[in-house]
């Protein structure tokens, strides 16, 4: 063969190869072409086999020709595939790409029931008062839900307060004969048995009444019982304290308290108390209060005469209402998602 011809063909080979490396478009079409020049059957391969055909330095010289274009492409094809690569991840990035602007799907906290977040600022204005927190039973019996606040069997009283009994633990004997607290009032002798004035404690808690329901009444709701007991503690204690709680919990809002007379067998005098916020000319009741009763005393084992002090119990869920402005206790209970996430 003659010599020029076959540095043609090496010519012809290399530009071949090169544009074919250059215009691979993607990595498997690459590892094609690879193989189509330069792999083991490949076209290179096919003129190395040319060379022994090849005489004295010439061969010698067309063999340094072919390892030098051999390592060109080899390195051609090594920045191809960078590129390539390169190319292949840009795009899958762009593919699995983040838009920012699509808007995400929001994770909802829990929160706290309006009702006890009310309860818990009740609790933290008492506290500040020096007002200590218990609690007390929701299943209770009749002697200190009723007997022992002065409120006998056939005492009308009674009538004022529907109770759900617990039929399977009635008894004659009042301790034995359970039902669902009416009142949180059921903590005034419990309390009182158990500890030695002076005290000064509140009682939050559910209670229970078996009546119809409409947009301000439960068969299930919410007070706060308060007890002063000490030396000297007077209604004007009561005023004072009552002030001092409905500002701090109407944030300093204008607030008138009001009280009237009103009937609980376990005080004595016994009042309602009103209240009048901001510029309304609304008089609204949120609580029963008075001097306890020396009955009372006498059924906590104190000497009557040697203590006095004040009760009260506030409605819880009415100061819910007032607080954030609802209308209807109701939704308080209703589970309602729509409602509860307001608070
Ligand atoms: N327990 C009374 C009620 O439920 C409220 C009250 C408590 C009144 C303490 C006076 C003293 O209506």
Known sequence: MAIGNFEEKI??????????????????????????????????NNLVKELPGISGD??????RRLNSLRSDLE???GEKFHKLKD?????????????????????????????TKVERRVEDIFKSLGFSIVFGPEIESEYYNFDALNIPKDHPAREMQDTFWLKDFRSEDPKKNFLLRTQTSN????????????????????????????????????????LMIDKNIS???????????????????????????????????????????????????VAGAGMAHPKVFRAARYVPGEWQGFA????????????YGINDIRLFYSGDFRFLKQF
């Open 87 to 115: 190319e292949s991840i840009e795009k899958q990035l762009k593919s699995e790409g983040i838009d920012i602007s699509i808007p995400g799907k929001g994770v909802s906290f829990g929160h706290l029931h309006p009702l």
């Open 187 to 226: 903590m005034q002798v419990r309390y009182m048995e158990k500890n030695n004035p002076p005290l000064r404690i509140i009682v939050p808690g559910r209670v229970y009444r078996y009546e119809a329901t409409d947009a301000s009444h439960e068969i299930q709701f919410h007070q706060v019982e308060g």
């Open 235 to 285: 209604m004007v204690n009561l005023k004072a304290v009552f002030e001092e709680f409905f500002k701090k919990f109407f944030d300093k809002k204008k607030v008138e308290i009001r009280f009237r007379p009103g009937y609980f067998p376990f005080v004595e005098p016994g009042i309602e108390v009103d209240i009048k916020l901001g510029d309304s000319s609304k008089w609204l009741e």
């Open 11 to 44: 010519s012809v080979f290399e530009k071949e190869a090169k544009e074919a490396i250059n215009q691979a478009p993607d990595l498997p079409r690459l590892e094609a072409i690879k193989v189509k020049y330069l792999g083991r059957k490949g076209e290179f």
């Open 312 to 323: 009260f119990g506030m409605g819880l869920d009415r100061l819910a209402m007032l607080y």
């Open 58 to 63: 010439l061969r010698a010289h067309i063999g």
């Open 75 to 77: 390195t051609l094809i």
